[in-house]
């Protein structure tokens, strides 16, 4: 992937994250947070985690045929077992498998907002 592929992978996981975490009241994040509210520790340690599936899964990403922002949406859902993800695209059987696998090998990350008024990890 280039720079910017990167990029729109963790933009695409970030968002992912926000709406399909919650608050406290039960409200999902994005509808009151965006990605400057996550704190750049827990943007720092979530990127590292996409940046290594995509570079020790590179082949089977180019074979799934998803772009960048697929794979970093269905990343954070399929590392949070949220029962949708890399399984919906409709990839063959093998290839789901391996990348779901791959995914859920990082394992699952919970957000909070912290005291300080940032979504934490």
């Known amino acids: 992937m280039t720079e910017q592929e990167?990029?729109?992978?963790?933009n695409g996981m970030l968002e992912a994250a926000l709406?399909?975490?919650?608050?406290?009241n039960g409200e999902s994040l994005d509808a009151e947070h965006g990605i400057d509210d996550i704190h750049p520790d827990t943007i720092a340690?979530?990127?590292?985690?996409i940046v290594a599936f995509i570079d020790g899964n590179a082949?089977?990403?180019a074979a799934s045929g998803m772009v960048a922002e697929q794979v970093g949406h269905d990343f954070?859902?399929?590392?949070?077992?949220?029962?949708?993800?890399?399984?919906?695209?409709g990839l063959p059987e093998e290839l789901g498998k391996r990348l779901?696998?791959?995914?859920q090998a990082y394992g699952e990350v919970d957000l909070y907002i912290g005291?300080?008024?940032m979504i934490h990890a």
């Open 45 to 49: 340690a979530l990127t590292a985690d």
């Open 59 to 61: 082949a089977d990403i």
């Open 6 to 10: 990167f990029t729109y992978a963790v």
């Open 76 to 89: 954070w859902l399929t590392r949070n077992h949220h029962g949708a993800g890399v399984w919906d695209r």
């Open 100 to 103: 779901t696998d791959a995914m």
């Open 115 to 117: 005291d300080d008024g």
């Open 19 to 24: 709406w399909s975490s919650t608050s406290d």
